[in-house]
Nanobody, 120 residues
Framework: VQLQAFGGGLVQAGGSLRLSCAASGTIFSINDMGWYRQAPGNERELVAVSTTGSRTNYVDSVKGRFTISRDNAKDTVYLQMNSLRPEDTAVYYC???????????????WGQGTLVTVSS
């Protein structure tokens, strides 16, 4: 299973970016899909997660600005980021809890990371 993330870049404060992450390979089902980020000198933190029941959770600092969504037919998760701030600057990683076949124990897979830089 591979996860490929796209959409990072340089944006001015107040701007928007949309990240996408597509899962490929041997996939029977995907449970949770989410986004994490890691800024220089900081630990990786959860940004947003989308569960199989279509529930979503966000870290407090992005509530009202970021929206996570997913296209289950495409095994893809998105992160729409609006009103970006310099403190949102980080490498963003996607992950997915994937079962590769019917009785497989779901495992967490990670994408390669995409850099988001927000200038002031």
């Amino acid at each position: 299973v591979q996860l490929q993330a796209f959409g990072g870049g340089l944006v001015q404060a107040g701007g928007s970016l949309r990240l996408s992450c597509a899962a490929s390979g041997t996939i029977f089902s995907i449970n949770d899909m989410g986004w994490y980020r890691q800024a220089p000198g900081n630990e990786r933190e959860l940004v947003a997660v989308s569960t199989t029941g279509s529930r979503t959770n966000y870290v407090d600092s992005v509530k009202g600005r970021f929206t996570i969504s997913r296209d289950n037919a495409k095994d893809t998760v998105y992160l729409q980021m609006n009103s970006l701030r310099p403190e949102d600057t980080a490498v963003y990683y996607c992950n997915a809890l994937v079962a590769r076949w019917r009785f497989d124990v779901p495992r967490m897979y990670w994408g390669q990371g995409t850099l988001v830089t927000v200038s002031s």
